[in-house]
Each structure stands twice: as C-alpha cells, then as structure tokens.
C-alpha cells in the first residue's frame, strides 16, 4: 500500500510541491504518492484526513493559519509563527503542525546577505510573512511589516519614503503581486529609492523573475525569488514526516 502526502490548499494546480515531490520518489525509487487537496474551504479538511493512506500534508494559500484548529498538537516553533505549513499524522499523537517556512526562507537568505542590511520590511501580513518575521528574528534583523493599511507596529505602502528604503536594505514580497499569469504586478513601493546595497527577495517564484524582482535589479539590488525556500522547506518536510 503506498503511502500518501499531498498538498492542502486553494487554486493549486500551479502547485511547485506535486512536481518537486513526485520527481523526488521517482529519482529514489520510493513507494510513495503525492496528491493536490485542492478544497474551497477549510472545513473540507475533514473529509481528506479521513483517509488513512495519508503521511503527511503541505500546507500552502489560504491555509496555513486556518488548519491551526483541526490540528491536535503544534511544534514549539510552528506555535511560536502562528502558521503551519507541514502536518505529519502520527498514529498515537494525531495530526501534528509544524513549520518549515521560516527554515527555507533563512537558509537560502543567508548567502545574500551584506554588511548593510540590518532592517527589513516585510510586505504582506499573511501567513507566509509571520515564518518570515521568526525566520528574521533569529538572524538578529529588524523589521516592520508592511500592509495597505497602518496601524501597530506596521506600515502603509504611502508611508514609505526615501529614509525609510535607505534604512530597510532588505525588502521581502509576501504578497502574491506579481505572480502568474499576472506578472506585471508588484508591491506600491518606491523603486527609486532602491540602492545596490538592497536586497530584494520574492517569495514568489512563477514568474521566475517578477516585475519587483527586475525594478530590483534595474537598481544593482540583489534579488532572489522564492524557489530555494521551496526547495529546502519542502526538504525539511520530508525530514519532518519520516523522523
């Protein structure tokens, strides 16, 4: 019987973790599968855990802070985010979240990484952003997010000006703006302001370069999508089901 793991979320056909997944058990010869939950509503998930083939989930968009509540126990780190983006079903535990995210995010981040930065905005307060603020605070980085609206401890888009870019060399797309089929969008932000000491990573990663990845570039920022965070999450995921 094989084993089966999937990804959990919403308009997912896109999804990098079937391709990355399938390859990997073909490659290392695994009797495994893995499989799209591609529910409309979170209260869908009670019908996919029924399935006791299941090993474990990904979690992506809009999931990852709703499936908090069916879940039976959290990783410390995963309770820490507020957002779970891997379930490992445990025969005696149930069904554990836990968080790669911010481990994906910080290990490909630290090679970019210059002398300058020491700030950051965080574009987007989604759940993808909440494992980068952990991921931030643990490499000692400052950070404000960035939302449509101020409020608490974050900013609006109009409020970002010319000192604030100066201070905040690096510059994280949390959002989707940006991603297919609509790459002409990006984040409201002033691109004239960007200096070849900035550094600007998209957790997008279709297109492979975004509309604010090459405004970045056109500035000699340097700039990453989010493909190695897919890469080194996803392998975390595996690590995380099979310890």
């Known amino acids: 019987m094989k084993n089966i793991y999937g990804l959990l979320g919403r308009n997912i ?28 509503q979170i209260t869908d998930i009670t019908e996919v855990i029924k399935d006791t083939k299941i090993q474990g989930l990904n979690v992506t968009i809009p999931y990852k802070q709703e499936v908090i509540e069916y879940l039976d126990d959290l990783d410390p780190i995963a309770k820490e985010i507020g957002a779970v983006n891997v379930i490992k079903f445990n025969k005696e535990k149930g069904l554990i979240g836990y968080n790669s995210d911010y481990y994906g995010f910080i290990e490909s981040l630290k090679p970019l990484l210059n002398d300058t930065v020491k700030k950051a905005l965080i574009l987007g307060t989604g ?110 995921a595996w690590e995380i089901w099979n310890a």
């Open 13 to 40: 056909g896109y999804s990098f973790s079937r391709g990355f997944f399938s390859e990997k058990f073909e490659t290392e010869n695994l009797d495994c599968e893995y499989t799209n939950f591609d529910i409309p």
């Open 127 to 236: 759940g993808a952003s909440k494992a980068i603020a952990y991921a931030l605070q643990q490499l000692h980085i400052e950070y404000t997010f960035v939302s449509r609206n101020s409020g608490h401890d974050k900013l609006s888009y109009k409020n970002i000006d010319k000192l604030i870019m100066a201070n905040h060399t690096l510059i994280i797309n949390c959002t989707p703006l940006g991603t297919h089929p609509n790459i002409h969008d990006c984040p409201d932000i002033p691109y004239q302001y960007i200096t070849n000491n900035h550094v600007l990573y998209d957790l997008i990663y279709n297109p492979a370069e975004t509309t604010f990845m090459h405004q970045g570039k056109e500035k000699g920022a340097t700039v990453s999508n989010g493909l190695q965070m897919l890469k080194l999450q996803a392998e975390k």
